[in-house]
């Protein structure tokens, strides 16, 4: 079973940055895909960056050029540095990993006030 614990997140103002991690265990190698989704108030959980262990990036076009993503393959570990940050971009950020089935961890809120 795999197990995903975000650290990071908080309140930060318009235009500022803020970093998510996720550790993740339950496997010897995390072969799969790994990333972060977020859900706002009363939308649906939507994909913000997604990693494969190979190191290819893919983000949401929502994000691009503000986000950053990335993964520490031997510390099992996914990160995610957000910059510009905007007052859209508040949800709780989950982390994700992706092999035979998806996992997700228990979530971390991001508050961006304008």
């Known amino acids: 079973q795999v197990k995903l614990v975000e650290s990071g997140g908080g309140l930060v103002q318009a235009g500022g940055s803020l970093a998510l991690s996720c550790a993740a265990s339950?496997?010897?190698?995390?072969?799969?895909?790994m990333g972060w989704h977020r859900q706002a108030p009363g939308e649906q959980r939507e994909l913000v960056a997604t990693?494969?262990?190979?190191?290819?990036?893919n983000y949401a076009d929502s994000v691009k050029g503000r986000f950053t993503i990335s993964r520490d393959n031997a510390k099992n570990t996914v990160n995610l540095q957000m910059k510009s940050l905007k007052p859209e971009d508040t949800a709780v950020y989950y982390c994700?990993?992706?092999?035979?089935?998806?996992?997700w961890g228990q979530g971390t809120r991001v508050t961006v006030s304008s």
């Open positions: 990693i494969t262990r190979g190191g290819i990036p």
């Open positions: 994700y990993y992706s092999d035979s089935r998806n996992y």
């Open positions: 339950g496997r010897s190698f995390m072969i799969g895909t």
